[in-house]
């Protein structure tokens, strides 16, 4: 290189090995591990693409009954999953009739509702009796909990009692709710727990998305899966993932994904990125 290069203000002619015009519009919020993970999941034969939905397709609302796609969401999503051999679902915490009317996807777009034990054909395990009491006894103790706590409230799953602090203004008043709720009902013999962003779900029925995921695999014979979320529930997830497949964290904290996107916006493009590589 001479001395003239380097002092030139002008850029420097593209590389031999940029990509070609015509590859996809190069999108810069991928890292290059990343975009080569995609590159390799959209060449894969069979490909599952699970997405969580709150806070990872979806803006977080105080109203959860409101909490609409991000622009462009779901019909990515839906351009994905009419693609030959692609799986893609809808993985969340929601109970599966809320997820399908706050999100609005359709057919063929899976929709696995309750941390992945609620799928089309109901749950797999119906409840007995002491489900039946443990369920109502969650309500009650997660209820007294949210009656002392200003702008809490309960929300009944089919098989959870979820106290939900996030519209509660005073923040010592939210910790010290999901305090009590972690040391109380929480601790109950036979429930599960799942402790989300301003969420304590309880629950009576064991429910992972890693188990989800699996079965979404098995049942497409996928040789590749990517699993995108946003929040601790999602990390049983990412830690099922095998080492072909593609876990993507969005934002910040802790995580188990191997890879990483900043917020909703970079989810859609991603989406967009993968149904143009696939399609
Ligand atoms: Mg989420």
Same mark, same amino acid.
């Given at each position: 290189?001479?001395?003239?290069?380097?002092?030139?203000?002008?850029?420097?002619?593209?590389?031999?090995?940029?990509?070609? =015009?015509? *590859?996809?519009?190069?999108?810069?919020?991928?890292?290059?591990?990343?975009?080569? *993970?995609?590159?390799?999941?959209? =060449?894969?034969?069979?490909?599952?693409?699970?997405?969580?939905?709150?806070?990872?397709?979806?803006?977080?609302?105080?109203?959860?009954?409101?909490?609409?796609?991000?622009?462009?969401?779901?019909?990515?999503?839906?351009?994905? *999953?009419?693609?030959?051999?692609?799986?893609?679902?809808?993985?969340?915490?929601?109970?599966?009739?809320?997820?399908?009317?706050?999100?609005?996807?359709?057919?063929?777009?899976?929709?696995?509702?309750?941390?992945?034990?609620?799928?089309?054909?109901?749950?797999?395990?119906?409840?007995?009796? $002491?489900?039946?009491?443990?369920?109502?006894?969650?309500?009650?103790?997660?209820?007294?909990?949210?009656?002392?706590?200003?702008?809490?409230?309960?929300?009944?799953?089919?098989?959870?009692?979820?106290?939900?602090?996030?519209?509660?203004?005073? #923040?010592?008043?939210?910790?010290?709710?999901?305090?009590? *709720?972690?040391?109380?009902?929480?601790? #109950?013999?036979?429930?599960?727990?799942?402790?989300?962003?301003?969420?304590?779900? @309880?629950?009576?029925?064991?429910?992972?998305?890693?188990?989800? @995921?699996?079965?979404?695999?098995?049942?497409? !014979?996928?040789?590749?899966? @990517?699993?995108?979320?946003?929040?601790?529930?999602?990390?049983?997830?990412?830690?099922?993932?095998?080492?072909?497949?593609?876990?993507?964290?969005?934002?910040?904290?802790?995580?188990?994904?191997?890879?990483?996107?900043? $917020? @909703?916006?970079?989810?859609?493009?991603?989406?967009?990125? #993968?149904? $143009? #590589?696939? !399609?």
């Amino acid at each position: 290189m001479s001395a003239d290069d380097t002092a030139s203000p002008t850029p420097p002619p593209p590389t031999p090995d940029a990509p070609p =015009a015509t *590859a996809p519009a190069a999108t810069p919020d991928l890292t290059p591990e990343l975009a080569e *993970a995609l590159r390799r999941a959209a =060449a894969t034969p069979n490909l599952v693409v699970a997405c969580d939905y709150d806070g990872t397709l979806a803006p977080f609302t105080d109203d959860p009954t409101r909490a609409h796609p991000a622009p462009g969401a779901i019909a990515t999503l839906a351009r994905l *999953a009419e693609l030959p051999r692609t799986t893609v679902a809808l993985l969340s915490g929601r109970n599966r009739a809320a997820l399908a009317e706050v999100s609005g996807a359709t057919a063929p777009v899976v929709l696995v509702g309750s941390h992945g034990s609620e799928w089309e054909g109901g749950f797999d395990a119906p409840f007995d009796d $002491d489900d039946n009491a443990l369920l109502a006894r969650l309500h009650t103790e997660l209820g007294e909990i949210a009656q002392s706590t200003a702008g809490a409230h309960v929300e009944s799953k089919p098989t959870a009692a979820v106290l939900h602090v996030r519209p509660v203004e005073d #923040l010592a008043a939210r910790e010290r709710a999901t305090a009590q *709720a972690m040391a109380g009902p929480a601790t #109950l013999d036979g429930v599960f727990v799942t402790q989300g962003k301003n969420v304590v779900e @309880i629950a009576v029925r064991e429910a992972s998305k890693g188990a989800a @995921i699996e079965r979404l695999v098995e049942q497409a !014979g996928a040789e590749v899966a @990517i699993f995108i979320g946003d929040d601790v529930t999602d990390e049983r997830g990412f830690a099922r993932l095998r080492p072909q497949d593609v876990g993507i964290k969005v934002g910040e904290g802790e995580t188990a994904a191997g890879h990483r996107v900043a $917020d @909703i916006p970079a989810v859609v493009r991603l989406l967009g990125t #993968l149904a $143009d #590589l696939r !399609g």
